[in-house]
Structure formats: C-alpha cells, structure tokens
C-alpha cells in the first residue's frame, strides 16, 4: 500500500514539473520522502525542482544524495549535471551527462541537456546535432521543440523559432517555455500587447516564474524611450554572435577615433569635442543600459501578484 502512496506522489510530481509548477512538485516529492527517504529518484526529481526554484545548493544536496542511493540511476546523474551547469562549472558538467546518456542513450531529456551545455559552451553545431537526436527519439517533446526554438531565436532566425514554438504550443497549449519564447518572438517584432499576454499566461500558473518576469521587464525596457534603443541594440549585437559583435565595437570604436583625429586636424576643433562628448554618452549609455535593466527585473519580481484567474 505504501509503495502504491508513494508512486501516487512521485506520479503527482512529474505531472506538475511538466506543467511548469515546481514549488507543487516539490511539495509532492517531499511527501513521497516522508514515506521513503531513501528513494533515489524522488530526491533526483526534487534536485530538478530546486533547480527551478532557484535553490542551488539545496540542489545539489538533492543529487548528490540521489546518487550515493542510485548510482545505477541516469537520473540522479542528469540531475548533478544540470546543477553544476547552474554553477556554472561546465567543464564538470560534461561528466555526469555524458553517464546519464550512457545509462540510458534513448532519452531525450538527457540529450536536451547535452544541448544546452553544448550551447553555453560555444558548441552550437553538437547542440544542434543533440537536439535533432532528442526530436528523433521523441517527437512529442515540447520541451526540445523549445529548446530548438530558443536556439532558433539566440541566432536570429525568428521564423524558425516560430515553427519550433507553435510546434511546442501544439503539443502542450499551457506549455511555459513554449508560452515564453512565443513571447520573445512577439517582442522582438516590436508587438508588445501579444507579448505581455504570453508572459501572463505564464504568470497565472506560476507568479515566481523568473523568466517571465524577465520577459516582462523585457517588454518594458522595450517600450521605454531611455531602454528602447539599448535594447534594441544589445540583441542585434546578441544575434550577431560574440565575434561579430566585438568586431561591430571595434569598427565603432575605430571610426569616432578617426573622425575626432580628422576633425581636430582640420580646426574643427569644436565638432571634435561634440563627437568625443557623444561618444562617452554612448559608452556610458551602454553601461547604465544593463543596470537599469536589472532594476525592472528586481520591480517586477517584487511586484507582481497575479490570481491564477487573472
């Protein structure tokens, strides 16, 4: 009967984490710990919920305890994986992803995560390579669908990452990450209205969730006069890649030097100082861009409350 009890739980759990509702999950998961706490996957399950919730180290515990209960398990693997992708150790990642797929090669979700630690580390052809493996394996996955179409959207083919996420949306019409990157992709066409109703959708369900938050804050530096141009500015740079973006900065950089050096020469020195002038108000532009950025993100997580009917 007890074992019964505690499927019940674990079964409630992974049917609210795919609903986006971690802070639920976890509150199942602890109460299948209370009837066994030495099952491995409840603990592996809770470290991804933590996770969500922003507990890192809570997380890790998690998984570190579900792989001295399970070591044979590719879960609590996969779980330590994406806590130490979290802390950003991403050479140690590898390691525990790589026994999670080799404990079990057909699941998609560890192939997911493969992708996503290939991306951060600058791999973007494995993880691509990774995430057509994942959509092989199960088709059905929202959760690759937007994973692709995030990807898709980091590298400016919007379209693409349309059909990715309208692919997710399908599959799942209350699917948070497909919900948020619709929205990404509204705003970033500049349709803010559509935009802030994905995110609320999203915040109906779950009012913590930091990413929509995020998007929240995003549409509002978008629609801001002052952020506006930031914005607009730091994704084209986004989508241009690190190299690309670095070279922009240096063609900018090289051009006001040339044009101050030109006009001085010339005895203009008076439209030379108007140029240096502008020249550090962009440079001190592009550093308060971010900073005041981050203050929205910071007012929105304060500041929003929504019902769950709203």
């Not at 399970?70 to 026994?99: T, Y």
């Not at 349709?191 to 913590?208: C, I, M």
């Amino acid at each position: 009967m007890e074992t019964r009890e505690i499927e019940g739980w674990l079964s409630r759990a992974r049917d609210q984490m795919r609903q986006g509702n971690a802070a639920a999950a976890a509150e199942s998961l602890k109460q299948a710990l209370g009837r066994d706490p030495d099952d491995a996957q409840a603990h592996a399950l809770l470290a991804f919920c933590l996770l969500d919730l922003r507990r890192v180290y809570a997380a890790e515990h998690e998984a570190r305890q579900a792989l001295a209960l399970g070591p044979d398990s590719p879960l609590p693997h996969h779980a330590l994986g994406l806590v130490l992708i979290a802390q950003r150790k991403l050479a140690a990642a590898r390691q525990p992803l790589e026994a999670a797929r080799e404990l079990d090669p057909e699941d998609a979700f560890t192939l997911r995560s493969l992708a996503r630690l290939a991306r951060l580390t600058k791999r973007e052809a494995e993880a691509k390579v990774l995430l057509e493996q994942a959509l092989q394996l199960d088709p059905e996955d929202p959760d690759t669908w937007a994973e692709r179409g995030q990807m898709a959207l980091d590298q400016g083919a919007v379209a693409e990452a349309e059909r990715a996420a309208r692919e997710a949306l399908a599959l799942n019409p209350g699917h948070a990450d497909g919900l948020l990157l619709m929205g990404e992709i509204h705003l970033r066409r500049g349709e803010l209205e559509l935009a802030r109703d994905h995110a609320v959708l999203v915040l109906g369900d779950d009012p913590g969730s930091h990413n929509a938050l995020h998007l929240m804050a995003a549409i509002k530096a978008r629609g801001n006069p002052f952020l506006g141009f930031w914005w607009r500015f730091n994704n084209w740079l986004a989508e241009l890649g690190e190299g690309r973006s670095i070279l922009v900065l240096v063609v900018l950089y090289a051009a006001y030097r040339t044009a101050a050096i030109v006009l001085g020469g010339r005895g203009h020195s008076g439209l030379a100082s108007i140029l240096q002038v502008a020249w550090l108000a962009f440079v001190a532009y592009t550093w308060l861009g971010p900073a005041l950025f981050k203050r929205l993100v910071a007012k929105e997580i304060d500041t929003v409350h929504l019902h769950r009917d709203f």
